[in-house]
């Protein structure tokens, strides 16, 4: 990357890093240098928000995914209006006019068309990773590319918005065991981030978590077959993980695709 004439910024916050010096680019560099980290989210907070510490308890990263409330609120309300009227339809059909096949038809419609309208009016998951709580130094943005679609898809850029990374899950094939393919914005295969074990993936969708006996992990591998690390729930009441990628000693999985893909695995998945 050109430090003399980088890309257009996707923001303007991003701005000033518009012909970045050598100095800059060894820096930002310099904070994607590490091999395990915690990853907490911030309790009583009206937007998601990490905290992602090193292994010694410092502060790396500071992540935010914007709440935008009204549009949440909007898309609430609408799911919930076309909910009731459906509702109200089939208690007419079912309990007036005996209609019970009707009265449950009309039901599963209108399910199914308010999570499509919740859906189609909830903002998008776009996350930003800063360096510290003042956010005045962006790092990495992750945006989501879709909706309604089989596969969700999301972007990584850099902070002068390059494309780093893209980020897939087939909702199908994920029902069983929940897997992310991780490719170059050319389409190359750089990892796979995947649910621990295909057992305990069946075992959690029929039994839950078992009050943390069954914790959802992951675990990353690379184009050949090797795993790079790990992405374990920790056993705590709120959402804390641990992110160990002390198996790729030489450095094969970049750190900022990680550490997005850890993001994406909490927000995205809703865990």
Same mark, same amino acid.
């Given at each position: 990357?050109?430090?003399?004439? !980088?890309?257009? !910024?996707?923001? +303007?916050?991003?701005?000033?890093?518009?012909?970045?010096? !050598? #100095?800059?680019?060894?820096?930002?560099?310099?904070?994607?240098?590490?091999?395990?980290?915690?990853?907490?989210?911030?309790?009583?907070?009206?937007?998601?928000?990490?905290?992602?510490?090193?292994?010694?308890?410092?502060?790396?990263?500071?992540?935010?995914? !914007?709440?935008?409330?009204?549009?949440?609120?909007? =898309?609430?309300?609408?799911?919930?209006?076309?909910?009731?009227?459906?509702?109200?339809? =089939?208690?007419?059909?079912?309990?007036?006019?005996?209609?019970?096949? #009707?009265?449950?038809?009309? $039901?599963?419609?209108?399910?199914?068309?308010? @999570?499509?309208? @919740?859906?189609?009016?909830?903002?998008?998951?776009?996350?930003?990773?800063?360096?510290?709580?003042?956010?005045?130094?962006?790092?990495?943005?992750?945006?989501?590319?879709?909706?309604?679609?089989?596969?969700?898809?999301?972007?990584?850029? +850099?902070?002068?918005?390059?494309?780093?990374?893209?980020?897939?899950?087939?909702?199908?094939?994920?029902?069983?065991?929940?897997?992310?393919?991780?490719?170059?914005?050319?389409? +190359?295969?750089?990892?796979?981030?995947?649910? +621990?074990?295909?057992?305990?993936?069946?075992?959690?969708?029929?039994?839950?978590?078992?009050?943390? $006996?069954? %914790?959802?992990?992951?675990?990353?591998?690379?184009?050949?077959?090797? /795993? =790079? @690390?790990?992405?374990? /729930?920790?056993?705590?009441?709120?959402?804390?993980?641990?992110?160990?990628? %002390?198996?790729?000693?030489? /450095?094969?999985?970049?750190? %900022?695709?990680?550490?997005?893909?850890?993001?994406?695995?909490?927000?995205?998945? @809703?865990?």
């Amino acid at each position: 990357m050109s430090a003399t004439a !980088p890309p257009q !910024p996707v923001a +303007d916050a991003w701005a000033a890093y518009a012909g970045a010096p !050598p #100095a800059y680019l060894a820096w930002y560099d310099a904070q994607f240098r590490f091999d395990v980290l915690s990853v907490r989210q911030k309790l009583m907070a009206i937007a998601q928000k990490y905290h992602v510490e090193d292994e010694h308890g410092r502060p790396r990263f500071y992540v935010v995914r !914007p709440p935008k409330v009204l549009l949440n609120i909007l =898309a609430s309300l609408s799911a919930t209006v076309i909910s009731f009227g459906f509702l109200a339809a =089939a208690f007419v059909l079912i309990v007036q006019q005996q209609q019970v096949v #009707a009265g449950i038809a009309c $039901l599963f419609v209108g399910n199914i068309l308010s @999570g499509i309208v @919740g859906a189609l009016l909830a903002p998008y998951r776009d996350v930003m990773v800063y360096l510290d709580e003042s956010e005045s130094q962006p790092l990495l943005m992750i945006r989501q590319e879709n909706k309604l679609a089989l596969t969700q898809l999301f972007t990584l850029h +850099d902070p002068f918005g390059v494309e780093v990374a893209h980020f897939r899950r087939n909702n199908v094939f994920s029902i069983m065991r929940r897997t992310w393919e991780i490719t170059t914005p050319t389409g +190359d295969h750089i990892a796979t981030a995947q649910e +621990d074990h295909l057992l305990y993936a069946l075992l959690r969708r029929y039994f839950g978590t078992m009050y943390g $006996l069954l %914790r959802t992990n992951f675990e990353f591998i690379l184009p050949d077959g090797a /795993r =790079a @690390g790990l992405y374990n /729930r920790k056993l705590t009441i709120t959402d804390q993980y641990l992110l160990d990628l %002390r198996e790729d000693t030489m /450095r094969v999985l970049d750190r %900022r695709v990680a550490l997005a893909m850890a993001i994406l695995l909490d927000s995205a998945e @809703g865990r």
